[in-house]
Nanobody, 121 residues
């Protein structure tokens, strides 16, 4: 019922920037919290940043001051601006949207397909 399409990943040198986008579509009644997660090889998936429906944000300590999460409610889209990238930021990044669907009015977690961000040293 709900699909998330991610874009903006790629290869960048240390110190560079990337902007990730995640657009939700489908039978959406409303969108609540939105966030970005990442998973590096051999590591657990971790929360990078989140933003509530009231635009309250939270960041992992490792990205504070470098990453910025934002949302465009008119476009059902969440963004992650990543600046001053480091090699340790290399991971597959996943967006997650907490969405209430039409008809059921039930909240569910929708996940993007994952996009690779590679930061070279």
């Amino acid at each position: 019922q709900v699909q998330l399409v991610e874009s903006g990943g790629g290869l960048v040198q240390a110190g560079g920037s990337l902007r990730l986008s995640c657009a939700a579509s489908g039978s959406i009644f409303s969108i609540n919290d939105m966030g970005w997660y990442r998973q590096a090889p051999g590591k657990q998936r971790e929360l990078v940043a989140s933003i509530t429906s009231g635009d309250s944000t939270n960041y992992a300590d490792s990205v504070k001051g470098r990453f910025t999460i934002s949302r465009d409610n008119a476009k059902n889209t969440v963004y992650l601006q990543m600046n001053s990238l480091k090699p340790e930021d290399t991971a597959v990044y996943y967006c997650k949207v907490v969405v209430t669907t039409i008809s059921t009015k039930r909240a569910l977690d929708a996940w993007g397909q994952g996009i690779l961000v590679t930061v070279s040293s």
